[in-house]
């Protein structure tokens, strides 16, 4: 983000905006006062009813925001999907924005807020950055329920003969906390359980908080929760959740939860934030039922999913769309000037000053995810976020660039200057909604073996000459497929800095072979993860942690949040 | 509670209640729309700028209630608490009743839920069982949050010195998991931190539920985070959580949370839950903020305090309404016909028959309760709490006692009738009010040593003959008092079952010594705690735990919390 004196922060015009009743909000959008339930002034969630009261309404096209690869410079993806959403309703389309909800541990350590920036925000952003609805607090507890129950199964008898090496659940916090990622529980003697190694998580990297992000009703929630592999027993067998009957008491601690969140931008526009999961190590989007309610309540939904599109939009597009029955509509791909010079090799500190050789060199970047985009048959537009120093000069030649490679682009200048800023990408983007042709498809069939879905997205996502398992990986390739798994997508755990599993190799690098380390089977969410390199699950905080400068002013107002 | 198929289940009968809008709720107490938040359509967060806009108004009356000890028969002080405060409105009295937030954990475990019982309930009951509105989950959060910055303190360079082997602050779930009570975390080499000997508490008996509870303003509450103690360093110094610079942020994590939360009772009373913690390691009553509204918002506020007299009522006579200059008007003591039989001596399957001698035998236990609120000079109340099946004949033994050693004395038929099965004790307790004699004063000076305060305490509730404190608990009196925290009030923990320290000795146990094994400082709470015997800060789930019947059914409504 641009920071200069003479700008406003993101919470000094977050503070200063006009919100109104979520009542208003909720009006807009034609919901029945009976369909909403209101937390606080400026937040409400809505009744899965109205699913079924909405049922013969047609759906609104769905518009998927991407990134290149991120980089220290910023991207400002959630920015461009909140100012692209704007920009709609500037231009008279009905738009809803659908966002992950931010996880409290990186807020806490380095990122401060993630609800966007400048004025393309959502609303009420101090809530929204802290406990919000509530939600992953519900996950958090869910999944400690489930490890509790575990640990006392085992500790009670172990009627399902668990093998206490082999628990591969594990509990979490919404917390960067290193500290917990290897422990030992159950010391202290006998009262105290059975001693056994462990771990936490961050919640948004667990696999509850996938399997809320791609259930489709409260009944879908449950029998994914009943499906999810907890340990193995001593003869190697696959024990889950249900085994154990805590499916109910899990639905329960959810269900209030898996209500989606309507919220609103700084210029009102109505936006949906429900659900999410990492995107390393989960498949890094919002729920379905936010998406597919989004998209029953307005024309365009304007949703993003985590990290660049070799990782987020892959998942959307291979995951959470095909889950959700959901047929994208276009793709937007966000790029800076800045973040393509650090992918044409300039560090952080060179990027003030115009380098036309450090921003051609870096274009590979942004060509291979188009690449892959085209390869789902879906239409791409650039969208060029602008920061205020940017040189015209150099969104000029990416402008160029698109244009003699037969893409459409447009500059996003919504951090400054809110939907106003968006309205030429809207228009961009309507047009080639219109117009272009769609021929979106997942790009592998489920019934292609767990070792061919890996090296189709390896080869033609990343541009890896080759795939490589390890010993691990191999058995568990040959073990989850006669457990019958075979069927299922793969979820990839990989580096976001890079197309590569080396967060070193910026730009598109070449000759590579991807290193698959070992599978992770979640079978309620409904994927096989394949981990590559070191996935972080549980952050660590940075020397001085964000939250030093987190405070409540004597007037009661939040500060330090960004 | 009796559970006769011919009776409806508490949650049945929550489910067929007839709620009023929170907003309806507000408007009886007279509160602008301003100054509260719905949280759902039947829940509310009431604002602190309340406490302005009342300031020139009269307080109403608070009554407290305790009971005798509790045993496995149930004694159904939440159910007196709610049922009082119905019968006070029914009989033209506006009263508010104060409650405290059940924790989740120990629903999961055997309890089922913790908001009344009978037609004498706060409602939404599910909801208020559950998540409720956040405020648990926000302690938990900040709790863990200054964990996560303790450890990584340590790891990124100690400037603070602290001596690993002496960090006292422990993270929280609220949840009853006995694997994580001792643990150790920071293993798995210099990327993950510090290994050191670590354990888990629930949530409410953490120092900043006490704290959380204690506060009079959102400032109170970030000056009593900043002196919390977490560790001690190499020389053997006391470091607080404001030697870290954490209180802003979790001033910041909890904010929202301390604002108190409107509810209602079956029968439209208003209803504020706030706060909870334990009454064995903690002080065990509900927020100062709360009760301090209620008695604002109300003509008589009806609230209680945890487990029986010697514990809760002891704390809230000599710890909360000394920080939050409260002057209780009357105490109502709920007992049992099974209750006093257990006392006496009985199994819990000798209670079905009439058994006047195990009753007389039972007598003594809540004639030293009611000895001890003499002690405090605040008049007391006897509540018979009547189960359906108990005899008339041991009713009126009951009765006949209190008349002839000067108590006044009520039947409570509020589980089976509500609030109009309460109105005989509603107008004892007004009775009293208006009057008895009122001396109300804490049980000892501040400047009393801490030592003293103990001895105090242990000889004039519990009926001790003398106390003896451990090497470990001698050296931390002299260490304490040094750092000047011999100021400070006690915060006994010891078993709820027995006056004494062992929960065997039922009744009135006589000729028994308190051993004092150690202490802790709770210097942001503001007390210091004496643990007694083993007190259990981490509770564990039983071989079946209530969590294995709970539900949603098809219809989407909660099953098995009760």
Redesign the interface.
């Known amino acids: 983000m641009p920071k200069k004196t003479s700008y406003k922060s993101d919470i000094e015009i977050a503070q200063e905006a006009a919100m109104l009743p979520i009542s208003h909000i909720a009006g807009l959008l034609g919901i029945d006062e009976e369909d909403w ?5 400026y937040k409400a ?1 809505l009744s899965l009813n109205l699913f079924q009261k909405l049922e013969t309404k047609q759906e609104g096209r769905v518009v998927l925001v991407t990134s290149i690869n991120p980089t220290p410079a910023g991207e400002g993806k959630s920015t461009v999907t909140v100012g692209l959403g704007q920009a709609f309703n500037r231009i008279g389309k009905q738009a809803v924005v659908a966002l992950r909800e931010p996880s ?1 541990g990186p807020s ?1 350590g380095i990122k401060g807020g993630a609800a966007g920036g400048g004025y393309s925000q959502v609303m009420p952003m101090e ?1 929204i950055n ?2 919000f609805t ?1 939600d992953i ?2 996950i ?2 869910a999944n ?2 489930l ?3 575990i ?2 199964h085992i ?3 172990n009627t399902l003969h668990i093998d206490p090496r082999k628990v591969v659940w594990k ?1 979490v ?16 003697g006998p ?4 001693p056994r190694e ?1 771990g936490f998580d961050i919640t948004v990297a667990s696999e509850i908080m996938a399997i809320f992000c791609l259930s489709t009703s ?2 879908d929630l ?1 029998n994914r929760l009943a499906k999810m592999v907890i340990a193995y027993d001593y003869s190697d067998r696959p024990v889950t959740a249900g085994d154990l ?2 499916e ?2 899990l ?3 959810l ?2 939860a898996l209500m989606p969140n309507l919220v609103q931008t700084l210029e009102n526009t109505p936006a949906i934030i429900h659900g999410g999961p990492f995107a390393n190590i989960a498949h890094g989007c919002n729920s379905i039922i936010a998406t597919k309610l989004a998209s029953k309540l307005g024309e365009i939904v304007v949703t993003e999913s985590g990290f660049g599109a070799d990782l987020g939009a892959e998942k959307f597009l291979n995951i959470k769309a095909r889950y959700g029955s959901i047929k994208p509509s276009a793709v937007v791909v966000v790029a800076t000037v800045r973040a393509l010079k650090m992918h044409g090799g300039l560090a952080k500190d060179q990027l003030a000053d115009v380098n036309m050789d450090a921003l051609k060199k870096g274009m590979p970047n942004l060509e291979k995810h188009l690449h892959t985009l085209k390869q789902f048959g879906v239409p791409a537009v650039v969208a060029i976020n602008r920061f205020v120093n940017d040189d015209q000069q150099e969104v000029d030649f990416i402008l160029q660039w698109c244009s003699e490679n037969g893409v459409k682009a447009a500059e996003a200048n919504v951090w400054l200057n809110g939907g106003s800023g968006g309205e030429e990408l809207a228009r961009t983007v309507l047009h080639v909604m219109e117009t272009a042709d769609n021929t979106y498809k997942p790009l592998y069939e489920l019934n292609l073996p767990l070792e061919d879905k890996i090296r189709t997205i390896c080869q033609n996502v990343y541009g890896a000459d080759d795939v490589q398992f390890s010993p691990k990986a191999l058995k568990q390739l040959s073990q989850f497929t006669s457990l019958g798994w075979g069927m299922l997508p793969v979820c990839m755990a990989k580096t976001q800095y890079s197309l590569s599993d080396d967060p070193k190799k910026l730009g598109r690098p070449e000759k590579f072979t991807i290193a698959i380390r070992e599978l992770k089977a979640s079978i309620g969410a409904g994927f096989i993860v394949a981990l590559t390199g070191d996935v972080m699950t549980m952050p ?4 001085r ?1 964000a ?6 002013t ?1 007037d ?1 107002k ?4 960004f």
Chains 1, 2 share one sequence.
């Open positions: 339930e209101p937390y606080g002034r969630k409290l806490m809530e802290l406990h509530g607090h519900a958090t507890t400690n329920a490890a509790a129950l640990d006392n500790h009670q008898g509990r916090l919404d917390m960067n906390d290193r500290a917990l990622r290897q422990i030992v529980v159950g010391l202290g009262l105290q359980g059975v462990d409260v009944k449950k009957g805590a109910g008491a639905t329960l601690l269900k209030d660590g905080l940075p020397k942690p939250a030093m400068d987190m405070d409540v004597d009661g939040a500060a330090g949040l």
